[in-house]
C-alpha cells in the first residue's frame, strides 16, 4: 500500500494502529524514498497531468514533514521516463 500521506509519521502510526487491531498478528514493513525534490518533480512533471499544478503543491508540502527514521534502508527515487 502506499500514499503520499505516509510522508508523515503520524499517519504510519495511525495505518500501523489499525492495521494491528483489525489483524493481530500481522507483519508490517515501511520502505522509505529518498526525499529528493529533483527527480521527483521531474516525475510529476513527466507525467503530464491535469493535476500538475497541485501535484507539485504536495510535493513541497510533504517534503517538508517527511521524516525518515534512523537505521533504515533508504531507497532512491528512480527517474520516470514516460513517452
Known amino acids: 500500500m502506499a500514499d503520499i500521506v505516509f510522508c508523515k509519521t503520524e499517519s504510519r502510526e495511525e495505518a500501523q494502529s489499525v492495521l494491528f487491531a483489525e ?3 500481522v507483519q508490517l514493513g515501511w520502505l522509505f524514498f529518498e526525499n529528493d525534490l529533483v527527480p521527483c518533480e521531474a516525475n510529476i512533471r513527466s507525467r503530464n497531468r491535469d493535476s500538475l499544478q497541485a501535484d507539485l503543491e504536495k510535493l513541497h508540502e510533504y517534503s517538508a ?4 527514521p534512523p537505521g533504515v ?3 532512491p527515487i528512480r527517474q520516470e521516463f514516460l513517452g
Not at 514533514?65 to 525518515?68: G, Q, S
Open 23 to 25: 489483524a493481530p498478528g
Open 65 to 68: 514533514c517527511y521524516f525518515i
Open 73 to 75: 534502508d533508504v531507497l
